[in-house]
Every structure is written in C-alpha cells, then in structure tokens.
C-alpha cells in the first residue's frame, strides 16, 4: 500500500476499560483507559485487551496495532495490586497462566503489535509492552519488574520475555532488584527499539507502522511467525520453519509483485495474499 492511500475508518466494539479507534491508515490505537489507577491490569482489563486483540485481528482493514495507556503518566503501572490482597495460591496460578494467554495472544497477532510506552511500564505492564512486536518509548518512560518489592516474581510470562528479548543477565538483575530503568537505559540493553521526545511519541509510533504496513503484509506475518515459534525451538528446526515459510512465500501474489515492482524500478502494490 503507497503512503497516501487510506483504509475506510473501521468503528470496533464498545468496552469498559479500553479505548479502541481505528485511523484512515489502518492502524487501530488501543489505549488502556484506567488512569486513576495507573492503567493497572485487572482481571477485567486482561479479558478486554484479549477480546479486543481477536477483534482486531478480524478486520481487514486494520493493518497494525498500537498498544499504550491514558493519561500522560503511565503505559501501565502492573497488575492491579488491590487484587492480591487474600488471594490463593491456585487463584493465583491460574491468573497468572490467564495474563500468559492474552499476552501470548498479543504475540500471536499476524499484523504488528507495537507498545507506545507514555510513562510507567511496570511489573505486568512491561510484561504486556515486551509481548508487543516492537517498543517505542517516550524519553519520561521509567521500566522494571517490581514484582520482587512486593514478595512476588513477574506472572505474565516477563520472566522468559525479559531474558530473551534482553539477556538472562539483564532478566536477573532487572528482576532481582526491582528497579527501575530509564527509556534509554531500557533501549541499551534491547528491552525497547526507540526513544522519542514526549511530543514526538505518538507521531514516531505512527511512522513505525506506516513503514511496516508498506510491506508485503503476508511476508510480515510470516516474518511474525517464524522469529516467534524460532525462539520456542533449537536453531535447527528454527531453520527448517524459516525454510517452509520461505518456499510458501513463494506462493503469493504479492511475492511476485514484488520481484516485478523491483526490475521495473516502480513501488509495489501488494495485496496481501
Ligand atoms: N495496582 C493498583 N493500583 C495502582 C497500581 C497497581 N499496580 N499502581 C498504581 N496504582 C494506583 C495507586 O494506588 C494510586 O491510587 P490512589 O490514588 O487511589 O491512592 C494511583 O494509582 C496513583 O499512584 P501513586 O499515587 O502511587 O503514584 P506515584 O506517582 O506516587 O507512584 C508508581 C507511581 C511508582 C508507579 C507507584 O504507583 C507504584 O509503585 N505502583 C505499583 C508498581 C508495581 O509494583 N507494579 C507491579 C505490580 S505486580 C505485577 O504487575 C505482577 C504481574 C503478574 C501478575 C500475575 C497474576 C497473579
């Protein structure tokens, strides 16, 4: 798709703690609208970022995904704490392996995910920001795994994101002291790929995803695809998934648009399959 065409607006469903809308470039910003509580995550925000996940997903219109948090304070400062106060331990295993589904979902997404980062990104927040595709933070963002300050280890599977997005070093001392990081800080050790000014945030984010919407979107998802199920497998059969996913692209209309929009020195119009 060139730059200047557009998508018709897309309206989704209504929910309690998201703010869903969907721009004339396909790219639908899901803003997590629980600022008095510093967007913390509940077990209701967790079912509505899944709901909203799948719905997305389902509109051809839509082509990538923003994920952040109201307010000019926080992404979202953890899983909502006021929920552990006399909770089981087989209540909380289960919540936990829940916050594990809907960010494995998030993962799973066929079109990119990316994580605006406006301000705190703590404990279950950083967790939902690293199973986005990519991170783009504002310079006032601060990062960590609290969890530890309150007797506790990341749930929402940060504790395997962490140490293969950044290093298991950088998982164990971010996880074992429970400090927090500056954006660049973050950006040093691979936790996010860019650091905007506040005012450029939004605008950065956006350009993000207009480059990665230019491109072959089956390519991309597939791109998606093979980095994600490579890093639950040894490089060997990483190899033979990105060798299969190499061939079936070979498969696409949009591959061979392509190859011809190259040699005839001209932009491609891909159409996604
Ligand atoms: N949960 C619930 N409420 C929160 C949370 C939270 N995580 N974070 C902030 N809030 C609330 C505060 O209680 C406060 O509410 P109120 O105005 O009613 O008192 C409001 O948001 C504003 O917060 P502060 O007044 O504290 O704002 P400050 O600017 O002073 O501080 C901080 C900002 C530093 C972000 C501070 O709020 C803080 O430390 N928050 C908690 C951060 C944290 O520990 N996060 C990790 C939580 S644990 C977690 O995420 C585990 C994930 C895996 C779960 C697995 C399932 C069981």
Redesign the pocket.
Known sequence: MSETDTVEETTTEEYQFLQVEVDDQGIAWLEINRP???N?LNADVLDELRDAMVELVSYEDVLAIVITGAGD??FV??????Q?VD?EPAE?RA??QN?QDVMATIEASPIPVIAMING?A????L?LAMACHLRVASTNAKLGL??V??A?I???AGTQRLARLASPGVAREWILTGDMYSAEQAMAVGVVNRVVAPEELRESTAKLAKTIIKRGPVAVATALEVIRRGLEVGQTEGENIEADCFGFLFSTEDQKEGAAAFLAKRAPEFQGR
């Open positions: 008095k509580a510093l913390a304070k926080a400062a953890g899983a909502d704490i006021t552990f909770m909380a919540m936990s916050g705190f703590l404990g279950g927040g967790e609290p969890e300050s309150l506790l990341p749930g929402f």
